[in-house]
């Protein structure tokens, strides 16, 4: 399996643009996580999904942000209108659910490389 | 609420000498407790993690970490360093009894190996 993918890796645009970043999961994976990383406030989960049903979405900053999982090898973390503040590196991570403790290669999350977004 | 504490930034250390990532949590419940690291321009990349069992972990590139449920801590200990692990170190946990599947990180420490 390639991992998780993020595209775009690098995007700059100007504030009050609309941003679309996408992520692809690891294939048979039933969880993604979206993080934002800055470095005045380090890892942030912003929303989870399991098997595509949004689980835990109190860490978006605000309805400028949204995100969606239309099905379980795609979701999109979208941000409109785009603003400054919002420049920060964002993680998408997938994992599989334990059903049996002893497998213990479930219940780790596996990151993507992240998508570098710069707001001018 | 669960919490992670990373209270160095940054730790030195020489080429070959053993090295300490200190991490404390805070949980409702019992802990799944990880490691991460990540290099420049790069996602995470988990190291070990402790569900259940041995209190002693055992991961990746010779890592391990102690559990201490009394302490509530998970250090990340490596018995010589090399200068390939310089890097950034997360400690994550979740809550394994409420079934919430997201992670909590702690800030990071960045770990220089000088030669």
């Known amino acids: 399996d390639a991992g998780v993918i993020q595209s775009p890796r690098h995007e700059v645009t100007e504030m009050g643009q609309e941003v679309t970043l996408r992520c692809k999961p690891i294939?048979?994976?039933?969880?993604l996580f979206w993080y934002r990383q800055t470095m005045m406030r380090g890892l942030e989960l912003l929303i989870y999904f399991n098997n595509n049903v949004p689980i835990d979405d109190s860490g978006m900053p605000e309805d400028r942000f949204s995100a969606k999982m239309p099905n379980a090898s795609f979701s999109t973390l979208k941000i409109q209108p785009s603003e400054p503040r919002d420049s920060a590196v964002y993680f998408c991570?997938?994992?599989?659910?334990?059903?049996?403790?002893?497998?213990?290669?479930?219940?780790?999350?596996?990151f993507g490389a992240g998508t570098r977004l710069s707001v001018l | 609420a669960q919490s992670v504490a990373q209270p160095e930034d940054q730790v030195n250390v020489a080429e070959g000498n053993p090295l300490t990532v200190k991490c404390t949590y805070s949980?409702?419940?019992?802990?799944?407790l990880f490691w991460y690291v990540q290099y420049p321009n790069r996602g995470l990349q988990f190291l070990l993690k402790y569900i259940t069992g041995d209190n002693l972990v055992k991961g990746s590139y010779g890592f391990e970490a102690e559990f201490n449920k009394s302490q509530t801590s998970f250090h990340l200990k490596k018995p010589s360093a090399l200068v390939s692990d310089s890097a950034l170190y997360f400690c994550a946990v979740s809550a394994r009894d409420t079934g919430r599947r997201a992670l909590t990180f702690g800030s990071g420490t960045r770990l220089q190996v000088q030669p």
């Open positions: 294939s048979g994976h039933d969880y």
């Open positions: 991570a997938s994992s599989l659910r334990n059903l049996v403790l002893r497998d213990v290669g479930k219940n780790i999350q596996y």
């Open positions: 949980v409702s419940g019992n802990p799944y």
